[in-house]
């Protein structure tokens, strides 16, 4: 199983990125998928989610407006689209793909600063 992310870098706030997560080893249409996020000395967050159909997502109030989260199948990517970005945004973001306790996993995260 992996899952690798892609697109993290350093933009001004105010900017936009969109990360990748290229998933393998799994049947991805079986999984939900989120981007969790984690700045230092804070706990790792849920920034949003997609259901394995695509046709419901979840996000944080705090990034609601901001960012979008949408899955390729035909890919096996899920992406996140940020916009508007923040300084406060500062972390590393994972990927994770879940379809129950025992199928659970996680990507190793790309770093995203917002500064200028």
């Known amino acids: 199983v992996q899952l690798v992310e892609s697109g993290g870098g350093l933009v001004q706030p105010g900017g936009s990125l969109r990360l990748s997560c290229a998933a393998s080893?799994?049947?991805?249409?079986?999984?939900?998928m989120s981007w969790y996020r984690q700045a230092p000395g804070k706990e790792r967050e849920l920034v949003a989610s997609?259901?394995?159909?695509?046709?419901?997502?979840n996000y944080a109030d705090s990034v609601k407006g901001r960012f979008t989260i949408s899955r390729d199948s035909a890919k096996n990517t899920v992406y996140l689209q940020m916009n508007s970005l923040k300084p406060e945004d500062t972390a590393v973001y994972y990927c994770?793909?879940?379809?129950?306790?025992?199928?659970?996993?996680w990507g190793q995260g790309t770093q995203v600063t917002v500064s200028s």
């Open positions: 994770n793909a879940w379809r129950s306790a025992n199928y659970d996993y």
């Open positions: 080893g799994f049947t991805f249409k079986s999984y939900a």
């Open positions: 997609i259901s394995s159909a695509g046709d419901s997502t």
